[in-house]
């Protein structure tokens, strides 16, 4: 039995035995210069002067020290990066002989022996993750199960958009289907995300179509913000419209964005509503159905 347990013992010894050990630097009095083996014990200058500092073999086997960079702002191959306690040269400085450049956060990278080629294409990738990025939150305006269709917005008992499945040789979906002659709605409610912004604007995106290939169509979007502890049914913000027109091909789609949608009072964590019409009268002349298939709330994300 005990020889049954002593091969897997001494085969995880083995394996074990592939993880280096910390490797101690080797004190040396003057810096290396000339080739040098990769692999190989890193040494320790710890003279005063320029050139002092921890040596490891670069990838053309050449002595660098931890820090350095092929770029000017953060030292050279043969001048490294030197610091000093207060003061000192500002971030980004070439560093060439005895120039002090101070520690900051991306220098600390730099310190501990991370290649800084690559943090720098990292930095750079992650810069353009900004305040600015965009979100988007897709309203359920429509399903189909079988030939029944149904909407996740709630509808009034009059003047409601119809819902409606839309079945292809490919493709089953739902929509909501606006009038021709009265203002039709339709309203959804959710909690304001957050990451929303509410100092930047928010956009709805429409999608919709229409057999008719003339006039106009007005859509409409209302807001309503209620807090926490606040009584529900509060005023609908000013409406925000765009007046659009339908493609030139009967039931090619359409895209329709309102801009700059009003949304006093908005905060996050408050309940927030929309009130989705068409305004059907007026200056909406386009006959027939306007065919509503998808609504995509788009906002900026707040960090």
């Not at 005990?2 to 080797?26: E, N």
């Not at 359409?254 to 700059?260: A, D, E, F, L, V």
């Given at each position: 039995m005990?020889?049954?347990?002593?091969?897997?013992?001494?085969?995880?010894?083995?394996?074990?035995?592939?993880?280096?050990?910390?490797?101690?630097?080797?004190?040396?009095?003057t810096a290396p210069s000339g080739a040098c083996v990769q692999g190989a014990p890193p040494q320790q200058l710890a003279t005063s002067g320029a050139t002092n500092g921890l040596y490891t073999c670069g990838g053309g086997g050449t002595p660098l020290v931890w820090g350095q960079t092929s770029s000017s702002g953060g030292g050279t191959l043969t001048n490294p990066i030197t610091f000093a306690a207060t003061g000192?040269?500002?971030?980004?400085?070439?560093?060439?002989?005895?120039?002090?450049?101070?520690a900051g956060p991306v220098t600390f990278g730099l310190?501990?022996?991370?290649?800084?080629?690559?943090?720098?294409?990292?930095?750079?990738?992650?810069?353009?993750?900004?305040?600015?990025?965009?979100?988007?939150?897709?309203?359920?305006?429509?399903?189909?199960?079988?030939?029944?269709?149904?909407?996740?917005f709630s509808l009034p008992s009059n003047n409601a958009p119809l819902t409606n499945c839309i079945i292809g040789s490919n493709v089953i979906l739902g929509e909501l289907?606006?009038?021709?002659g009265a203002e039709t709605t339709a309203q959804y409610h959710v909690q304001v995300p957050y990451n929303l912004d509410c100092?930047?604007?928010?956009?709805?995106?429409?999608?919709?179509?229409?057999v008719s290939i003339t006039g106009s169509v007005i859509w409409g979007i209302q807001?309503?913000?209620?807090?926490?502890?606040?009584?529900?049914?509060?005023?609908?913000?000013?409406?925000?419209t765009a007046t659009v027109s339908p493609q030139g091909t009967t039931l090619?789609?359409?895209?329709?964005?309102?801009?700059?949608?009003?949304?006093?009072g908005c905060a996050i964590g408050s309940e927030m509503f929309l009130n989705l019409y068409r305004l059907g009268t007026g200056?909406?002349?386009?006959?027939?159905?306007?065919?509503?298939?998808?609504?995509t709330l788009q906002y900026t994300r707040s960090y």
């Open positions: 005990k020889a049954r347990y002593l091969i897997p013992f001494l085969f995880i010894g083995s394996a074990l035995g592939q993880i280096s050990a910390p490797v101690t630097p080797i004190n040396v009095t000192g040269a500002a971030p980004g400085s070439t560093a060439n002989g005895s120039t002090a450049v101070t310190v501990i022996g991370i290649n800084t080629e690559a943090w720098s294409a990292n930095l750079d990738s992650w810069s353009a993750i900004t305040t600015s990025s965009k979100q988007a939150l897709a309203l359920p305006v429509g399903v189909c199960q079988g030939t029944t269709a149904a909407t996740g289907n606006f009038p021709l100092t930047q604007p928010v956009n709805l995106l429409l999608k919709w179509r229409a807001t309503e913000f209620t807090a926490t502890a606040a009584l529900l049914d509060g005023a609908w913000n000013t409406a925000s090619q789609l359409t895209t329709s964005t309102i801009s700059g949608v009003t949304k006093t200056s909406d002349t386009m006959v027939g159905d306007a065919e509503l298939l998808s609504a």
